[in-house]
């Protein structure tokens, strides 16, 4: 951990005309790191992760709940939320947008919002047995919907 | 109400059971320790960790008829807990009751009581109608804290972070309140703003592997978020603690797991991506609204 340059961290899920904008910040910075977050319920980390490596940019996975550390190390220097929408001074991203815009706010971190891909996070299956064990055991869905995240927090 | 999370490592007829919390929910089994190496194996491989890990040392000292080793030799696999302060406690009981096994006996039995005293601790503080959101597994200790919150007429509910990667918050918290029949839901680990900012929870209780005098906590990761978090909405952070020590929370080594466990909850065989994994977060003490010891010391902000 302590090997990581200046992280840019991706919320969401950049299209393939952001990881060509993405390509071109890493050449232009060589000590930026490209940091991908899990994105519980569904995992779409690993999918940006693909299309990051598709694209021939190096990054680093993490799990949502090992942002914070970073965050307070000041090692995140900008956050790019890839959003779904803006609806009522609101920018709606997937599960966990809120949580991620929150800390860069309190860490007083930039976030710069950039409309995201339209896929559907619906297409991915459960992302881990356990998952499918919650279902059974206890007919648990745990609700994953997109969040609103005030447009004050991201200016 | 009882949880096997609450004694989750045993010493009987010289051998250390130990429930294999990495196969819950799934199935209650136990593995044998005999010696040092198989108990460093069981520590190393997270089979136990939190209460389940300083009973470990405890009952391994006992085998070994030995301290300052065992000490040393788990402190080198899990870096970040303090088993040297244990040690000065097995010593210092050592110096009133001569035989290990016996000293080691007393302080377990006190342990489990001061757990039950400081559930009820914590419960005189918790409002009327508790909404608690927690992460990772207390040992046990949440349904002593349910049973004190019910015993004084109040109410409560919990909301568990699943706590990736290894899910304990899912695989053993949601497990051991379910079981026990008290009002549960899991929530992913992204979630934790949401739950504050709807109003669906109204405080928040960790347990911490570290705390300093300072009020400064070392526990799993995400109790920094969640600290940080809970505190940008107002709603108060408790957390337990174990004989907070006199040190700088920097000085403590983080202990960073191997990157191919981040994934090992995942369905798939790969080929996965480079992976940070740390296990712990630093929650400074200006994030933290109360502070409940294992010696019964009650500090509020």
Redesign the interface.
């Known amino acids: ?1 302590n090997e ?1 340059g200046e992280v840019v961290l991706l919320w969401g899920v950049p299209s393939n005309k952001e990881i060509t904008m993405i390509k071109e910040r890493g050449e232009a910075n060589r000590d930026l790191c490209v940091l ?6 569904h ?1 779409l ?2 999918e940006v ?1 693909k299309r990051l ?1 598709k694209g021939g940019i190096k ?11 970073l ?2 190390q000041n090692k995140v220097k900008e956050v790019l939320f890839f959003y779904k929408d803006v609806r009522d001074d609101h920018v709606v991203g997937m ?2 947008s ?3 815009c ?2 860069a706010h ?1 860490h007083n971190v930039p976030i710069e919002p950039v409309r995201g891909d339209a896929m559907s996070s619906r297409s991915f ?6 998952d499918e ?2 279902r059974f ?2 007919n ?1 869905v ?1 609700e ?1 919907a997109d ?1 609103y995240v005030p447009m004050d927090i991201i200016r | 109400m009882y949880s096997p999370l609450a004694f989750p490592v045993r010493l009987q007829k010289g051998t250390i059971t130990v429930l294999d919390e990495t196969r819950l929910p799934h199935e209650e089994t136990y593995i044998e320790v005999r010696n040092l190496k198989d108990a460093l194996e069981v520590l190393g491989q997270m089979k136990t960790r939190a209460f389940g890990q300083v009973l470990l040392f405890f009952y391994s000292c006992v085998l070994c008829g030995e301290i300052d080793t065992v000490a040393e030799a788990f402190q080198k696999t899990r870096p970040t807990f303090d088993f040297l302060q244990l040690a000065d406690t097995v010593k210092e009981a050592t110096q009133t009751t001569p035989s290990l096994k016996e000293a080691v006996k007393r302080i377990v039995e006190g342990f489990d009581e001061k757990r039950k005293v400081r559930a009820q601790q914590l419960a005189a503080i918790l409002p009327p109608t508790a909404n608690i959101l927690t992460i990772c597994n207390i040992s046990g200790e949440l349904i002593y804290i349910f049973a004190a919150l019910r015993e004084i007429g109040k109410k409560a509910a919990f909301f568990v972070s699943e706590t990736r990667p290894y899910l304990q918050g899912t695989r053993l918290t949601l497990w051991e309140l379910r079981q026990a029949a008290i009002p549960t839901r899991a929530i992913y680990d992204n979630q934790a703003a949401m739950v504050m900012k709807n109003g669906s929870v109204n405080c928040v209780i960790t347990g911490s592997d570290r705390s300093t005098k300072r009020g400064d906590i070392i526990n799993k990761i995400g109790t920094y978020a969640m600290a940080r978090l809970a505190h940008y909405f107002h709603i108060p952070f408790y957390v337990l603690t174990q004989f907070p020590r006199a040190i700088d929370i920097g000085e403590i080594t983080i202990e960073e797991r191997p990157q191919q466990e981040v994934f090992i909850e995942l369905d798939g065989e790969g080929p996965w991506p480079e992976a940070l994994y740390p296990s712990f977060d630093i929650t400074p003490a200006e994030f933290i609204s109360g502070w409940i010891d294992i010696s019964g010391e009650v500090r509020c902000a």
């Open positions: 951990m990581l991908v977050p899990e994105m519980r319920p995992c980390g690993l992760a490596n990054h680093t996975y993490a799990t949502d709940n090992m942002l914070g550390i965050f307070y599960c966990g809120l949580y991620v929150l800390l309190v299956r459960a992302a881990s047995s356990l064990y919650m055991q206890y648990d745990l994953a969040e």
